[in-house]
């Protein structure tokens, strides 16, 4: 991506216009790619484009007339030769997109249509990741003039003495500044080759593109209004013609200006549908633009503006760790249309998924909501609330969701009731759900009571196209959040075998587990979790005649990456959907995940005939665990119960297979 022109020292035997000519051409592909990520997003992708091309094409016209090269070569120097053809076309490049950036005071030469000229066609460079994406943004928070110092150091590799050169050349105003600025930016020297890389990726990239149509339905219609602005403008002509003598004609009306920013309703992205069934890439970008309102522009543009810039009677609810800025670049449509009493519309910028809901029939304030869901899957991308049923939560009434395209089967079970099978679920041609009661919030037991209890746990239960998997199922939660929680399951290791991985919680044994822990999901919502992943990690024998215990680890993963575990206890002498006796809670931690494959946990337990007991047990890693404190013992293998009167302090710590040690989940334990 160097401007290899720029590094060889100046002085060519051949004409200045050849000389510029062909460092045109050689470079033209970083030339653009220079211009187009100098000039300011708010362009929008498509416009800024062609804005680049049209720069770095009208440069050679300039450079003919107002650059002259030295007849004799330059001497050989260790830096730029500042007087090389690629030295003026890239600060002409550069010149012009700082102008662009300040905004140009000659109306017509901002106005009259430029080459490259397309007409039918949106172009844009090809999306990338969320590494890209931060870099998008970041890049945009700071002056044209400052990226330009940036790319031309980082990228280009050029000395922080030639970049201040080039920037003056260029007209910059302050390039001290935008060198500060630039440094700011936090890339370091071991940084640089990782950012120059995604400098050179797709996402920056304005020669490779792909194409979508407009607006289709906004193209007819200005089609029809301009025929029948002609045949007014004819019969008006006629008329004039023969009713006036030498009456001068009066001055045509001047068309409204382009809008510059980015978030307009016919820059929105559209996914064509059935693009799911040939892509690798499972999450949202894969979603088709659905609903029977995705042309209205009025609809749209009130959806944008209030990402964009909400009013103050908008009320727009931010997910945890979520950000309010506007999205840099155009978003895709997911969704437009009524949904209940409500038009809503679901758009999505790569990391985050807006969600703006009108009242259809009262003139009245809308409200947005706004979510994280990066790095989605085809599980974590199945589904979104699109209608809350008008309470917190969707209690009352209950959540209708806009499902993925490739969910092939849907319905709903009660987690308290494992062995009743899941019901069918109403699903409209544009994927949305009959309403679905979502898991309480607040409630951590089934009481059956008006006081907050948990008197059932209905969930989502979908199936994938056999496209995808051959019956993949799996159970998505509904907490009160956009997007609902995944489930998954670990069962208790096997005999000898491997170390057993999370799976679809649809089986009889993860759902006999989730039963004992749905009605802690309600307390979810407001984490931003992603998915929860209920592991049952050792089974015990407990004394007496108070028969076997599950230990459990329930571990919930947030959006934005730390997780929190809780550590629950139940027995066989339990009921189905008894909740789990909670022995330890610990919030961001690596506890239970793949990162930490091991743990150990201890609790008082009271046994049927009254005794009192101190049980501890640990995951398959295990060998001993030893307990001091009030109580002190140890024993051989992942599991031990010792009699404990009252409420002793303790100490438990087990050691591994790999020879470690680890410490009992919560620290030292008091009894009660």
């Not at 907490?479 to 005999?495: D, E, F, I, N, Q």
Request: contains cysteine.
């Amino acid at each position: 991506m160097h401007l290899r022109s720029l590094r060889r020292s100046g002085g060519s035997v051949r004409t200045p216009v050849l000389e510029a000519e062909t460092v045109l051409v050689e470079q033209y592909g970083e030339l653009v790619r220079l211009a187009h990520l100098v000039l300011p997003a708010t362009l929008g992708r498509h416009r800024r484009v062609l804005v680049a091309h049209s720069l770095v094409q009208r440069t050679l016209p300039r450079f003919r007339s107002t650059h002259q090269m030295p007849a004799v070569p330059a001497p050989r120097a260790g830096g730029p030769a500042r007087h090389s053809a690629a030295w003026a076309l890239t600060a002409e490049v550069l010149r012009g997109a700082l102008a662009h950036d300040r905004g140009s005071r000659r109306w017509p030469a901002r106005r009259l249509p430029r080459l490259p000229l397309v007409i039918g066609l949106r172009l844009f460079p090809r999306s990338g990741g969320a590494a890209e994406l931060a870099l998008a943004q970041k890049l945009s928070g700071v002056s044209a003039a400052a990226r330009a110092a940036f790319l031309l150091s980082v990228v280009h590799g050029l000395a922080p003495d030639a970049v201040r050169a080039l920037l003056t050349a260029a007209g910059a105003t302050e390039p001290d500044a935008a060198l500060r600025a630039a440094a700011l930016l936090g890339a370091g020297e071991d940084e640089h080759a990782a950012t120059a890389a995604l400098l050179a990726s797709q996402e920056f990239d304005a020669c490779a593109l792909q194409a979508s149509p407009t607006d289709l339905l906004r193209r007819r219609r200005r089609v029809r209004v301009a025929v029948a602005a002609c045949a007014v403008a004819a019969i008006s002509a006629v008329t004039l013609v023969t009713t006036t003598s030498g009456r001068p004609a009066a001055p045509a009306s001047v068309p409204a200006p382009e809008s510059a920013a980015a978030l307009r309703p016919a820059a929105l992205l559209r996914t064509p549908a059935g693009v799911w069934g040939s892509t690798a890439r499972m999450d949202f970008t894969a979603w088709p633009a659905r609903g029977d309102r995705t042309g209205d522009e009025a609809l749209l543009g009130r959806a944008l503006a209030a990402w964009a810039h909400p009013s103050s009677g908008t009320r727009v609810t931010l997910a945890a760790a979520t950000s309010a800025a506007a999205p840099t670049s155009a978003p895709r449509l997911l969704f437009a249309g009524g949904v209940g009493a409500h038009a809503v519309v679901v758009l999505y910028d790569g990391q985050r998924v807006a969600r703006y809901s009108e009242p259809k029939w009262v003139r009245a304030e809308g409200e947005l909501r706004v979510s994280r869901v990066d790095d989605s899957d085809v599980t974590t991308a199945a589904a979104l609330a699109v209608d809350d049923g008008g309470g917190s939560g969707g209690r009352t009434g209950g959540v209708r969701y806009l499902l993925a395209p490739w969910v092939a089967e849907a319905g709903t079970r009660d987690l308290l009731r494992p062995d009743v099978p899941a019901r069918p679920l109403t699903v409209t041609e544009d994927g949305v759900t009959d309403r679905v009661p979502s898991v309480p919030t607040g409630a951590t037991g089934r009481t059956g009571s008006s006081g907050g209890g948990c008197g059932s746990a209905p969930v989502l239960q979908l199936r994938s196209s056999e496209r995808i998997a051959e019956r993949h199922a799996f159970l998505l939660a509904g907490v009160g959040a956009l997007s609902p929680v995944h489930l998954t399951y670990t069962p208790l290791p096997g005999g000898g075998a491997p170390a057993r991985q999370p799976r679809e919680a649809t089986g009889p044994a993860a759902l006999l587990a989730w039963a004992h822990q749905a009605c802690a999901l309600g307390t979810s919502g407001a984490l931003g979790v992603r998915a929860v992943n209920a592991w049952d990690f050792a089974r015990q024998r407990l004394p007496g005649t108070g028969g076997d215990a599950v230990w459990s680890c329930a571990r919930a993963d947030t959006w934005r990456g730390p997780g929190a575990v809780t550590v629950t206890l139940r027995t066989s002498r339990d009921g189905v959907d008894a909740p789990g006796r909670t022995v330890a809670r610990v919030p961001s931690t690596a506890l239970c995940s793949r990162f930490g494959q091991h743990v150990v946990a201890s609790t008082e337990w009271r046994a049927p005939d009254g005794r009192d007991y101190l049980l501890a047990a640990g995951s398959r890693g295990v060998t001993r665990i030893d307990v001091t404190g009030d109580v002190r013992a140890s024993g051989r293998g992942n599991t031990l119960a010792l009699p404990a009167s009252g409420r002793p302090r303790v100490t438990v710590r087990a050691h591994l297979t790999t020879g470690g040690e680890l410490d009992g989940v919560g620290g030292p334990r008091s009894g009660g």
